[in-house]
């Protein structure tokens, strides 16, 4: 996974949104109650308050350091997300720079020497969809913009043709998060409403990973006019989009009374983990064989699970490497499993209310002399065979607890005569039936009555007559001489069941043995 | 920022919805309807038909059924394939009375709305429509009737209440109707009438002699039967009405016209594509001998495919080709699926012939295979997987490319419990064979099986410094016997006492125990009273060994045993140590290698430091020395390998098999 932050690079960028009054207290006050972009240090001249651009840049800080704690895997060994910083104006990006430090330093820099621009939304887009093509993983794209002086950019976009359109977005793999800096007057509605058209162009319809990060709480609002830019609440809010971006998951590992922290990469918060939300308590249930995993549901998402910090705290001073861990004594007991043949085992487990997985060793597909654990996802739902996996999921599923589809072999299921090969083939299986009278006389009378609970439910009167022709042949076959009779009695109740006249009535047998229609479950 | 929660925004935006929420049926009861219908099978010849090796096929002579029978197997398909993609779709039928009352007959009073379970609600669909067949007495003349048609939207004005139509919520809130919910209740007439503007007169006066346009908007589906010409199907909003449809299907050559018609009806109410599987390899047996290889076709009917572009596919329309690829066995790294794509249920559009039949157990035998789109521009969709899923057939697609989500694997040396080398793999071995669970007899699984599993990991040692009672050699034959899930027989639990007794006599000569200095517990304890320490610390460790696996399959005999540790012990155990070695064991506070630090939790405060000095011992290894050959390795590596004189020394085995 990876993260682009852009940051527009537009006159109106240089535009403050505060009053900066250096002296106020209040003022002081509000500074020291920012969390995360606390770099928003007060200018040495009171009289030049932070610009939209600083802002944007101080984000983007914040957003470098929670990134640093979110783990991906590069090369073997657990780095910080990659960010790509740049800035974007009327030529595409500009400024690009990997680090964080180094992106501040251009900025300082071109601040001095590269002339502000206007916006330009659609160079924007074509130098991402270049750049993507680049990053081999999913990304997020974060675009911090200004709300005002952009009618000339949005009027370009929009003068664009659908399939130009279509060439810009949507961004391939891409989460896009538009963070608009303004006030939130009348005069930024266009703005907005044109960044929720992009965000609809780049998730498609119904769909929403994609986010316009603009609350109203953003700005405080005493009219439609008179509105101001709330700083604390600017700070929640870039808060809030790094949690959602970097957030790290981990999960406590329960085999029974033992217990160990573990950490999923990617993050199932995130949109390469696919936006899941399991619990934070994952009990192994047992282990299954792998041979048998492999004919239930297919599992949707895999995560590598990471051993992870019993003492995030800090509350134990021994080095954590040395310190005994439940995932790795699992590891090297499924891997030890693992080499014996029949053996294989994988580890079912609960992630989620009514949600299951399993967790199995894997190899790293370069060396293959690293191993490691992973977690396959199931997807939600309390049932990864046709029944439910624990007894407390029964009254989920009780309604379709049977839910066995039409085609299934486990189903009764008749087919309904849409083709001759459906007509052909019951009519068939009852033929080859009545051949092995009377031995399998249960059996003929089980299907004669499911065809013709059929025939009657379709007011299908003339299949009687054909399933008569095809007992008549097998008949003149028959050499056991109950097996004629047998299939003489049962032509005579077909026969008035064609003229109507035993409408849903029971088969009974030259032994007197009634067979209802309607006792068996189909 | 929205503010539903994410949690509820990624489970709304993936699940596949259909358009409809309900279908309601109205059959006409006309003489047309029970007269002969045109379209019916031509007979077919031995030869030429691939599903039936009997001879039963030779006399399918010129059948014609009726429009009635016609009728009710489209809706048996349609009820088939919605209940095959989703079990919880609801429909009702209903039918025309001797007084043009409308008859509800399905479901009948006493069933739900929705059907109940699959193995009986196709049961209860043939018993309730075979009382059609009582209603032909009554069958009329005329065509459908205002009042007739009136009877039913009177029946959906009953179902106002029903959660399903409380879309008042598409009216409160426009916005929040979109493509991904329900947002009609289709309505099916089946009719003789031929006059269109009957046709729409009737539904509309019916709708607002009900006042029921407000509740929800209407989609009407007629089907007229027996058209005297053939028509492309028409749809047009019904004037003075709010939100009320009506599409008009001209039935002219027959019965398979209606199924097909039928069909491209559901596609819509469910939002249904079809794709053809091509290409699928089936050998034939030929009589001359030798075995040809042929392809067939297979039609598949599915909720609609999200494109790579993140557009969903238009329903219905025409098939989306996919060529069988390869199968697939197990779980591929490479196969990603695509963002929002979520397994779809599929059914068979014709289960009965033989390609399907040979597809749908392939796939229900656990098999799964790729299947590649041969339209890539026009339908967006390269690849999918079809494959088993809790039972039924799934499709799902993949991304195109070979993404993996693990490619990648950080050394373990630098994880938590990387570095650790001595972990009891043998015991968790073990235990992880004695909770393999069988899908088949043991789902779902009763919480007494979960309570076992505490039971057995009660107390459980990560590594071999965590244990006293496991470093002992002599107590191999007690655990053998304990932990082995084998009967064992009295010669055998006899060994486990004598095991018992030579131990007790360790601790009556005060014999120094292994691994002390290590111990989880005991290594808190200050050395001078930590041997005095060890053996009551031993006794309780066992006695917690045995607890745990008294509930085996051997439970009596473990309990047996038990009690007669006991019965021998010299002194009662000590409570305060079981609950202290418990703790230590779930908190897996191991004080680490580094002995020179741990001080004891016993130490007075006013020892001098000096005298502290004397609680600082370095570990002692007359025991730890076992572990120590030189053949520990790293964790991961070499873990079978044993110097071939140590195989035969049992001592040995217990220790250090997995190093």
Redesign the interface.
Known sequence: MSSIILTEWSISMCESLLNWDDSSSKQVDRLSQLQNIKSLQRQPQSSIPPSRLDLALHATRCLAEKSLRYPS??????QSESITYATFGSAGLQNVSSRYEDFRDGIALATASQPFTKASYVSLFSSLQMLLKTV???AYVVVFCSTTGSASAISEFRSLTSEQR?ALL?LP?ADLQIVPIGKGSVEDFEALDFFQELITLN???????S?????PNFVKRKSLQKSYFDLINFDL?ID?MAK?LYRPFSATLF???????VQLV?SP?S??G????FSEDF????????A?V???????????V?????HPNGA?N????????????????????A?HPN?P?V??VCIGKAWYGYIEP?????TRK???L?L?AF???A????????????DATS???????????????????????????D??RV??ISRKLPERKEAFFTELNKLR??A???????FFE?LI??LE?ERVLLKDGTAMAEVDNVMQQLRADGE?LN??GALVSISGVQYPI?S??? | MSTRTENSRSEERKVARPNAFRTVFLLENSTALWSSAPGSFEPVSEESTLSSRSSATSFVAQTEWTWITWILEAVFEYCRIAWDIFPSYGVSIHGSGPNDETLKLYPTSGQPDQPSSSTTRFRDLRIAMSAVSQLERFAKAASMSISSAGSVFESIRDLENDELLSAPVYYENIENVSSDRPFYVRIVIVTTEKDELVLVNSVRESIMRQNIGYITRFEIAVFICSSPEAKAPSYKKIDGLNDAYITLYYISTGGTELLEAFKSCLAWDLRLSRTIVTDIPMREDVKTGGAASTSYNVDMFHPCLITEQKTQSRPGGTPLRMKWLKPVKGTTFAHVPLDDALPIRTTPSDPTTRPTQCLVGYVLDGNAVLLESQEVEKSGVKICKLFLSGGKICLLQLKSGTERVVDDIPSLLEVPGGKVTNYRVKEMCTLLKTIVLDPKSQFPIPSQALSRQKKMTSYFPFIYSDSLAYLLPQFVPLFEVVASPEKKDRSEWHAARNAIEEVLDMNAQNTLLPGLNTHVVLSTIPSGTRRAESYAVLWVELDMILEAYSNSSEGDSVRSLRDYLHARLPTPLRSELRTLILDRVRRHSYPGSNTENRVGTTVPENTTEGAQGLYKRKARPEFEGRLKFGRMGKLYQNLQKLEKGQREDTTLIHASLEL
């Open positions: 895997i590069v090369n073997g060994s657990l081999k993983t999913s279509l949507p793999n998730d498609g319809e119904g769909r929403s990973s986010k316009l990060n603009w609350s809010a809030a959602l085999l029974g009374e033992l217990s160990g922290r990617p918060m949109l390469r696919g936006f899941q939300s009990r192994i249930l047992g282990t299954l064989e792998k048998v492999d004919k239930l549901s297919h599992p949707l998402r895999t995560y590598y990471l051993p992870s910090d019993n134990s021994v080095n954590p490497a040395e310190e005994p861990h439940l995932a790795p004594y699992l590891h090297a007991s499924l891997r030890v499993l080499t053996q085992l580890l079912l894997t190899e790293d597909l370069k690293k191993s490691g992973v396959q997807p939600t739902g049932t990864i065979t046709d029944r439910p996996v624990l007894d407390e999921d029964l309604v379709h607890g049977s839910d066995i589809p039409s085609y299934s072999t486990g189903s009764s299921f008749i087919p309904v005569y849409t083709s001759v090969e459906a007509v052909t083939s009519i068939g033929s080859r609970l059929h009657f439910a379709t007011c299908n009167f003339a054909q022709r095809a042949k109507k409408t849903m309607v068996q479950s189909h």
